[in-house]
């Protein structure tokens, strides 16, 4: 394998029991912290309201960061839209009677 990629094994075995440096361990640390966050807002939070609460907790990152660690572990926000009213039953319009007098109601007994 090292021959057919031009190393040397020596450079192999080195990379291979190299223990991970402190700013792959904070890395790691901060996306863990970012996942548990995520999933105790239900989802709903993003990356700007997730930088707060990291800078609450002592973590020095910004909101870029936080967005670029988001994308690589495949969160994003789900938004809720607020309820919003759309019948209007106490309105001072003109209610039309019924003249027609339809009845829409189906009998059991008729198949189609």
Same mark, same amino acid.
């Given at each position: %394998?090292?021959?057919? /990629?031009?190393?040397?094994?020596?450079?192999?075995?080195?990379?291979?029991?190299?223990?991970?440096? !402190?700013?792959? /361990? @904070?890395? #790691?640390?901060?996306?863990? +912290?970012?996942?548990?966050?995520?999933?105790? !807002?239900? +989802?709903?939070?993003?990356?700007?309201?997730?930088?707060? #609460?990291?800078? $609450?907790?002592?973590?020095?990152? $910004?909101?870029?960061? =936080?967005?670029?660690? %988001?994308? #690589?572990?495949?969160?994003? !926000?789900?938004? !809720?839209?607020? *309820?919003? =009213?759309?019948?209007?039953?106490?309105?001072?319009? @003109?209610? =039309? &009677?019924?003249?027609? &007098?339809?009845? *829409?109601?189906? &009998?059991?007994? $008729?198949? =189609?």
């Amino acid at each position: %394998m090292c021959n057919i /990629l031009k190393l040397s094994s020596s450079g192999y075995y080195k990379w291979k029991n190299r223990c991970s440096s !402190s700013r792959l /361990l @904070l890395k #790691e640390k901060i996306k863990e +912290q970012i996942t548990s966050i995520y999933f105790s !807002s239900k +989802q709903r939070y993003g990356s700007p309201r997730i930088t707060f #609460e990291l800078n $609450s907790l002592g973590y020095r990152i $910004s909101r870029i960061t =936080v967005a670029k660690y %988001m994308k #690589e572990l495949g969160l994003r !926000s789900k938004l !809720s839209k607020k *309820f919003k =009213v759309t019948t209007n039953s106490k309105h001072n319009y @003109l209610v =039309v &009677d019924n003249i027609l &007098d339809r009845n *829409f109601t189906a &009998d059991k007994s $008729s198949k =189609v």
